[in-house]
């Protein structure tokens, strides 16, 4: 299963359309493992791009811990879980806490 996380300054991203980059991470859920971890550069914030963006890079698992309710509409359309809210700052353990269900997440910092 392929995961997203947004990230800026090497932690996750506050509000995913601002971040600099996005994680890519690869996991083996059966096993809670990293399989590849693969940083690249956001293309931009522009409306609608990044759900279909990351649909194109395979990505099942948006973890953010913000979004606006307009964004995640746009990932449910491209098949792609939201999970929002996440309190963990570094990218790979966000992804195996999804994994394993002991992801901790607040309230959605995004008001639009």
């Known amino acids: 299963m392929r995961y997203a996380v947004p990230v800026s300054n090497g932690k996750v991203a506050m509000h995913f359309g601002h971040c600099e980059h996005f994680a890519l991470i690869d996991a083996d859920e059966a096993k809670n493992t990293i399989l590849m971890k693969e940083v690249v550069a956001s293309p931009g914030h522009q ?14 698992v948006i973890i953010a811990s913000g979004m606006g309710s307009r964004a995640q509409s746009l990932f449910k359309e491209n098949r792609i879980q ?3 809210g996440a309190l963990e700052g570094d990218p790979e353990k966000a992804v195996l806490d999804c994994v394993s269900g002991m992801l901790a997440t607040g309230d959605n910092i995004c008001d639009h």
């Open 47 to 60: 409306p609608g791009l990044l759900p279909v963006w990351l649909a194109e890079q395979g990505v099942s």
């Open 82 to 84: 939201v999970v929002i």
